[in-house]
């Protein structure tokens, strides 16, 4: 039986491929998003072309018991979670005080805080009985630093990074690896940084970034590195890094 | 008319403490708390004792509607809020994952979290329309640093960090002053820490850091720097500090 | 008999304006910069006219011996030190790697880093003798975030940084205050700023920022806040804290 | 020819396991260390054992001269240098301020920060005409939080990690991969930890941390991440990572 790696988030970014990265490493992946039977269809097909093994399931992560119910049944009919991604993005774009609703902004904190709580809550007490795990949550810089029109994202995101901080330090020492990736650039995936621009703004940027796109954080690259912090020895974790593409785009303003 | 000073969180410790230094310096401080009329009651007599004015004001913050109604009525009634302290908190002490309930979880969020950035819808537009305006957030060692057992909290308050941080890139060239003061250390309050501890852990403690009490954070020698930093000249302004006494504590694990 | 408040980098900017709120304050102000006898006798005279009493020393501070043996006639001469400003700094302007010497990079940690061990090894065993003083060091972004251009500053200001982290863990609780200011922006100086941009970009500057100049930060209003942290009770010390202007300027990318 | 991978402190722990991993992974390690031939010869025969190839030099890099020569030949006879890992320590042990001589404090610096920057001014260049290059830093906790009695290794490293950041923001774009590497924790080295704690703490450190040792930073685990790092596709570059051991073990102080 494989190992079991559970994707929340699995769109046509980092969570897709991260999953398909672990497919490619022997797990199998049970990869989750909320919407898009098609894509999430064609993501499986794709690992299963490499000769890997996965399944997709639809899923809104943020309405009750969701997170729950997924996480019991995938824990006794599929087999042990090994490796958790929580990947769930709250970016909105940058909106004003005026232009962030109470209702945007308790959204943000539903799908980036809230929701990793309830996972956590669900998957750690299998993981601590097992003695090992591996928890993966996707971040931004919005964790690390509040920049003007990110109310609602940096909000929600600053209060992941202190979870993660918190469930590191109760459930490392019982052998699970929490890691807070900082995802600091922007993603090279149509389905979120393309939606946000829109399409002619998405395509003028590739451009201007060059030939091969490596001004953008390329996804399947990011892969490599979520693959290999999920198999760093426990005498020599890591539980804090961050990743951008080399070159410094102003937009980033660091 | 006096300027107006509110705070939100006005009990025996820094709100109590804030609003009685302030009333001092020539504002009228209106003082809000969950519960106690009558230590509230207490509070405004000895501000008027002082000389100072002061109104008491019992208000559930987390309850739909209250901050917002709370300012609007402030600023027809009683003249225009120049400075604000947001001073709730969401300390539950020291809780495992397991003994850490949705509703705790939430709760934290909400009154940490969630209550600051109404606060700040409310009241930030009437401070845009004026040019000027000082918004003043009590925060805690949780906000930089989640440690074992402090899952709800350091969330919630890492949530308040970033905000703070947008607010600020967004309000301070429009003249609005917001200071995150991170509180690291034990306040030495009764209905707080005396409560947290119980009266013989804190009598104790209290007994232990010596005579004069130094060791603990005395709210009113924390409120002499509150007052300051509400009274910086806009060339010169300071969004974050740490305050904490001089002694090292081996609880604060700094 | 005064107590004494020395200043180390006594200039136009922050060093003599901190230097004349101390005066003015009731402290003895000793002004210790390397050269200009003339602009320092004009301070000088400054607070004497304003009542209060300092006297002025030129000294190289980055020359063997001289803080050792200035800290030790003043403690013998005038009085115990009760406060101290550590202001050296060592910007010399944007310079790439290839542009920036092996003897500048050390001339940086000379000034910055090195002189603040000395003067600490030299003042602190009269502090702690006293079980009181306090230690104010003004430090710069560079303290917390390497820039490009920035590899002596940033480097030299680094080790400031940690050096005061160093300091205050093993002093405080012995009663000495230490407290690092994060100057975050340019000061309204015409002996530093006014240098570095030269009298036209300067110039040009102070306009650009609008009649009151509070874009650039105002050095007599940064001195309030010294001297406010210098007098906070022991059980409520500020380590840390920023001062910017409020108007967020491009240049501070931040 | 195979590309070569310099490794600056290249001792039993970190230093000398990253060149056995890159050996095996390709490279040619060159192996610098201050002192020990024999132990040098060993370990170069160790990587020819392993199939790999390595040279072994003597090298005191604080002195004059010796990295800059060291750079230049190597460019010259060898190859080019596309990985160098500056892993050069300056802890000595805790010592307060009193028993931190300005040699000792000094020494701290030319080992930890101006070595550093001696060997990124020699070298950089290189890389610069060559579009890449990779320059892996090790440091320690130090550099993000002073301790007591850590005031000559925090200032140095505080300083280290501000110029791996100035680095960085000049070269990342030219598509040089700076790393900085905090290793926060005691790392299984007998000719370090060993030496500092003496061999009988050492020893009874390594059985009370278990049979596997895992709570100690084993060096091979941790070359696995050094390796992985500086593999990462330009598109998805990590400039800061912690390191530790899954248990927590109370001399971290985290």
Redesign the interface.
């Known amino acids: 039986m494989k190992p079991v790696c559970l994707v929340l988030g699995a769109g046509a970014g980092i969570g897709g491929n991260v999953g398909r990265r672990f497919a490619a490493g022997g797990y199998h992946s049970i990869l989750c998003r909320r919407s898009d039977r098609e894509g999430l269809d064609k993501l499986v097909a794709q690992i299963e072309g490499d000769g890997g093994t996965a399944s997709g399931l639809l899923l809104n992560a943020v309405e009750e018991g969701t997170i729950e119910t997924l996480v019991e049944s995938v824990e006794q009919d599929t087999g042990p979670i090994e490796v958790v991604l929580f990947n769930l993005g709250a970016q909105i774009g940058d909106r004003?005080?005026?232009d962030?609703s109470?209702k945007a902004?308790?959204l943000g904190?539903r799908m980036a805080?809230?929701a990793l709580?309830?996972l956590?809550?669900a998957l750690?007490?299998h993981m601590e009985s097992r003695g090992r795990g591996v928890f993966l949550v996707t971040s931004a810089t919005?964790?690390v630093?509040?920049?003007?029109?990110?109310?609602s994202h940096?909000?929600?995101?600053?209060?992941?990074?202190?979870?993660?901080?918190?469930?590191?330090?109760?459930?490392?020492?019982k052998?699970i690896?929490i890691a807070h990736i900082i995802i600091d650039g922007p993603v090279?995936a149509p389905d979120t940084l393309g939606r946000m621009l829109g399409a002619e703004r998405y395509q003028a940027l590739r451009e201007e970034v060059g030939m091969d796109?490596?001004?953008?954080?390329?996804p399947s690259?990011?892969a490599?590195?979520y693959f290999?912090i999920a198999h760093?020895?426990?005498?020599?974790?890591?539980?804090?890094?961050?990743?951008?593409?080399?070159?410094?785009r102003p937009w980033w303003?660091?």
Chains 1, 2, 3, 4 share one sequence.
């Open positions: 004003s005080l005026a962030t109470y902004f308790e904190w805080t809230f709580f309830r956590a809550s750690i007490p919005a964790a630093r509040g920049n003007a029109g990110q109310h940096a909000a929600a995101m600053g209060g992941r990074r202190m979870l993660c901080q918190t469930l590191n330090a109760e459930f490392a020492p052998g690896h090279d796109n490596d001004g953008l954080l390329v690259e990011l490599e590195t290999h760093q020895h426990r005498s020599a974790w890591t539980h804090e890094l961050d990743l951008r593409p080399y070159s410094d303003n660091h």
